[in-house]
């Protein structure tokens, strides 16, 4: 065929015949890009066609809940054969369009709310799942071959040109739309509120085909959220343990935490145990972390110098706005967030990241994905992974990259520090460590290429739990590292495993440390070293700015 004869323009003329089929569908209802909620579904229905790709906006907060639900009320029998793209999938909804018959394929990264649902569904054969993936891969794959022809997205505001503000909550709504925008595709919002001047525009509305305003404002959660008062003792110790047997001897001054009361116990105590440390200045200056209402103490006694967000954190608003120092604020006095950009930054420009899961093997390979469960992973496995790219050195890149150093042919180079925090047991008295990890039987049973590990065990450098620290950068060779992870494992099966001298020889060397070998009195280790106790105590730090979720109002 000539270079005459070929059509080069297929996915504009789409476009254009979608938007034709939209006119023709709403005629006076359709005022500029707005169009009133009662007519959604007949946009859809327009606009979307049977197989396309559509990329629904569910993050780890935000959610695109009132386009969602419109999708699954679709019939069957017209729209059918949907590939969804997304990020979370959080919401019933999410789900239904499966159940329904609407769509058959997911590609997504984390599942939480729905991973029990979500492996039935799989297991029926409702659902063909692409990959899970971490959330950069999915965001990068919707500029290769992931590319949506539709996408649903959510916004605080829009004005009447179809503008968009998306206020603290951006998440992933920029990846989403650039992609779709400029691959001659469809972007529908929902907004919480139409008006005639936005406080800065997030989003312009070239990039945007079609607004409508939601009967109710989008549905955000409150995920960073961690009530101090159920933050135990063991918390405090490990936290202490990080703090000394880690963020002060790696000099860690950026870094990205895992959501939990692990890292919300270190979180809490930065002010008061790593003050009479004399940390501040030294260690924890610079995150990539959505605003967790436990760092407010940390904040606010100096540790903290500046935090860039994934997401926002419900009731946060006013003390962001205050703190623009801090935050990544605009000249309107609200954050803008972007998971794509922390998500990179906690890959190449942290430090450390330190997290929990809910399995760890004897390799140190870790897993959220558990008998009958598929949760996905989220960001974990981009902040948690040694970023092979890095070219720029700090202190504790290079100390790790010392310490991981033989058998590297004498050429130099960092290593991230990726610790995994967990209690060896969880909860219902589950171990944390087992010799086998369950993403294997997921696998097989769902038909997998590769069992789903959150975080391999050659980017861990450091297992902590109450028990100690274990440094597998130190290990000489496989059995070491296991019995370093046996040697912190305590009562589990995989603990009452080790051998007793060779644990014992790698605690000589420092492979493993207890408290005591950190100088650490666990007689310190009380509730009473955290800066907050409760959240009634959070707002205190916060001068009153901070205004937690009615759920959290426990007083």
């Given at each position: 065929m000539g270079h005459s004869e070929r059509i080069w323009n297929r996915q504009q003329a789409s476009r254009a015949a979608r938007h034709a089929r939209a006119a023709a569908a709403l005629g006076a209802d359709l005022s500029g890009k707005l169009l009133p909620a009662a007519r959604i579904a007949d946009l859809l229905y327009a606009v979307i066609e049977c197989g396309d790709r559509v990329c629904l906006e569910g993050n780890n907060q935000k959610q695109a809940d009132f386009l969602c639900k419109a999708l699954a009320g679709l019939d069957a029998a017209r729209v059918n054969r949907l590939h969804m793209l997304q990020s979370v999938i959080a919401l019933p909804e999410h789900l239904d369009v499966f159940d329904k018959?609407?769509?058959?394929?997911?590609?997504?990264?984390?599942?939480?709310?729905?991973?029990?649902?979500?492996?039935?569904?799989?297991?029926?054969?409702?659902?063909?799942?692409?990959?899970?993936?971490?959330?950069?891969?999915?965001?990068?794959?919707?500029?290769?071959?992931?590319?949506?022809?539709?996408?649903?997205?959510?916004?605080?505001?829009?004005?009447?040109?179809?503008?968009?503000?998306?206020?603290?909550?951006?998440?992933?709504?920029?990846?989403?739309?650039?992609a779709t925008a400029f691959k001659s595709g469809i972007v529908i919002a929902q907004v919480n509120r139409i008006v005639d001047k936005l406080p800065r525009v997030d989003i312009p509305a070239d990039w945007v085909d079609y607004t409508v305003q939601a009967p109710t404002p989008n549905y955000i959660e409150p995920l960073f959220t961690r009530d101090p008062a159920q933050i135990s003792e063991i918390q405090v110790l490990m936290a202490m343990m990080a703090i000394k047997g880690i963020y002060a001897e790696y000099e860690v001054a950026r870094l990205n935490h895992g959501i939990g009361f692990d890292t919300a116990a270190i979180e809490l105590i930065l002010p008061t145990y790593a003050e009479s440390l004399g940390l501040r200045g030294k260690i924890a200056r610079h995150w990539a972390l959505n605003p967790h209402p436990a760092l407010i103490p940390a904040i606010e006694a100096g540790f903290v110098e500046s935090v860039h967000s994934f997401g926002s954190e419900l009731g946060m608003e006013d003390y962001i706005r205050a703190r623009p120092d801090i935050f990544f604020v605009g000249?309107?006095?609200?954050?803008?967030?972007?998971?794509?950009?922390?998500?990179?930054?906690?890959?190449?420009?942290?430090?450390?990241?330190?997290?929990?899961?809910?399995?760890?093997?004897?390799?140190?390979?870790?897993?959220?994905?558990?008998?009958?469960?598929?949760?996905?992973?989220?960001?974990?496995?981009?902040?948690?992974?040694?970023?092979?790219?890095?070219?720029?050195?700090?202190?504790?890149?290079?100390?790790?990259?010392?310490?991981?150093?033989?058998?590297?042919?004498?050429?130099?180079?960092?290593?991230?520090?990726?610790?995994?925090?967990?209690?060896?047991?969880?909860?219902?008295?589950?171990?944390?460590?087992?010799?086998?990890?369950?993403?294997?039987?997921?696998?097989?049973?769902?038909?997998?290429?590769?069992?789903?590990?959150?975080?391999?065990?050659?980017?861990?450098?450091?297992?902590?739990?109450?028990?100690?620290?274990?440094?597998?950068?130190?290990?000489?060779?496989?059995?070491?590292?296991?019995?370093?992870?046996?040697?912190?494992?305590?009562?589990?099966?995989?603990?009452l495993g080790r051998d007793k001298r060779m644990v014992e020889n790698l605690r000589d060397r420092g492979v493993i440390r207890r408290a005591e070998d950190l100088g650490i009195d666990k007689r310190q280790a009380t509730r009473d070293l955290l800066a907050a106790k409760n959240m009634k105590d959070l707002v205190r730090a916060s001068g009153g700015l901070y205004d937690p979720p009615g759920r959290f109002r426990n007083w």
């Open positions: 018959g609407i769509a058959e394929q997911l590609d997504f990264s984390f599942s939480g709310p729905q991973a029990t649902r979500l492996a039935r569904l799989v297991s029926s054969g409702r659902i063909k799942i692409g990959a899970i993936h971490t959330y950069l891969e999915l965001f990068g794959r919707y500029f290769i071959d992931l590319t949506p022809q539709v996408a649903l997205v959510a916004a605080e505001a829009a004005d009447r040109d179809g503008n968009l503000y998306t206020g603290p909550n951006t998440e992933d709504t920029p990846a989403i739309v650039e000249p309107d006095g609200s954050m803008r967030s972007n998971r794509a950009f922390s998500q990179a930054a906690g890959h190449y420009a942290c430090d450390m990241f330190i997290g929990s899961t809910l399995q760890i093997d004897l390799q140190g390979n870790s897993s959220t994905a558990t008998a009958g469960r598929i949760s996905g992973f989220g960001g974990a496995p981009n902040m948690g992974a040694d970023a092979r790219g890095r070219r720029h050195a700090s202190p504790a890149w290079l100390k790790a990259g010392r310490e991981a150093g033989a058998g590297r042919n004498g050429m130099p180079r960092g290593q991230k520090l990726v610790v995994q925090m967990v209690e060896t047991f969880r909860e219902h008295m589950q171990p944390a460590f087992v010799e086998r990890l369950d993403a294997w039987t997921l696998a097989e049973q769902a038909g997998m290429a590769l069992p789903p590990v959150m975080i391999y065990g050659d980017d861990v450098t450091h297992i902590l739990t109450e028990e100690g620290i274990a440094n597998l950068l130190l290990c000489r060779g496989e059995e070491e590292r296991e019995q370093a992870i046996r040697g912190v494992a305590g009562y589990t099966a995989v603990g």
